[in-house]
């Protein structure tokens, strides 16, 4: 079973892989990204798992 660290950390790569890509100046421009449901400016899919599990 993989830890609670590595889901974070898995979860950060997604996030920053456009912005590390060159694809985005920031990870929020993204439109493909779940991003912004952890910021709380969108609620297209469920981010309310990782969000509560973690205080985000």
């Known amino acids: 079973m993989e830890t609670d660290g590595y889901l974070l950390t898995v979860l950060r790569y997604i996030h920053q892989n456009p912005l590390k890509a ?3 100046k920031s990870i929020a ?13 969108s609620k297209i899919v469920e981010a309310g798992f990782i969000a509560e599990r973690y205080y985000l």
């Open 29 to 41: 421009q993204h439109k493909w990204s779940s991003y912004a449901e952890y910021i709380g400016q």
């Open 22 to 24: 060159g694809k985005v």
